[in-house]
C-alpha cells in the first residue's frame, strides 16, 4: 500500500504562488505515476496534472498549462506541484493521487490499495 499526505496549501493574493507537496509512504514511491486533482465547493473534482513514475513524462489540464508545473523527487517519496500566477478560480481543496498506471492518473480512475491511492487534500484559497 501507499499512504499519502499533501501540504503547502494556504491563502495567497491573485498572482501569487504556492508550492504543494505530496509526501507518500509504504509501497516504493517511484513503482507509482502520481497526480494532482482539485475540488472547488459544489464541483465534481477536476484532473490538474500528471507526472510518469520516472518524471519523464507531465500532463497538464489546458486550465492550468504555462502556470503549474508537477516534478517528483523519488529520493524524497515526494510529489511536487509549483503553482504560479494564481487566480481566484484555481481556490479549491487540492488532493494527490497515485496508481501504477499512467493512463489512469490522468483519467482520474485510481485503484483501490495496493494499486491506487488518494491523499486527504490540502486547501488552496486564492483572493482577489
Known amino acids: 500500500q501507499v499512504q499519502l499526505v499533501e501540504s503547502g496549501g494556504g491563502l495567497v493574493q491573485a498572482g501569487g504562488s504556492l508550492r504543494l507537496s505530496c509526501a507518500a509512504s509504504?509501497?516504493?514511491?517511484?513503482?507509482?505515476?502520481m497526480g494532482w486533482f482539485r475540488q472547488a465547493p459544489g464541483k465534481e473534482r477536476d484532473f490538474v496534472a500528471a507526472i510518469s513514475w520516472s518524471g519523464e513524462s507531465t500532463y497538464y489540464a489546458d486550465s492550468v498549462k504555462g502556470r503549474f508545473t508537477i516534478s517528483r523527487d523519488n529520493a524524497k517519496n515526494t510529489v511536487y506541484l509549483q503553482m504560479n500566477s494564481l487566480k481566484p478560480e484555481d481556490s479549491a481543496v487540492y488532493y494527490c493521487?497515485?496508481?501504477?498506471?499512467?493512463?489512469?492518473?490522468?483519467?482520474?480512475?485510481?485503484?483501490?490499495?495496493?494499486?491506487?491511492?488518494w491523499g486527504h487534500g490540502t486547501q488552496v484559497t486564492v483572493s482577489s
Open positions: 493521487a497515485a496508481d501504477l498506471t499512467l493512463d489512469a492518473v490522468i483519467a482520474g480512475s485510481i485503484s483501490s490499495q495496493p494499486f491506487g491511492s
Open positions: 509504504g509501497r516504493t514511491f517511484s513503482e507509482y505515476a
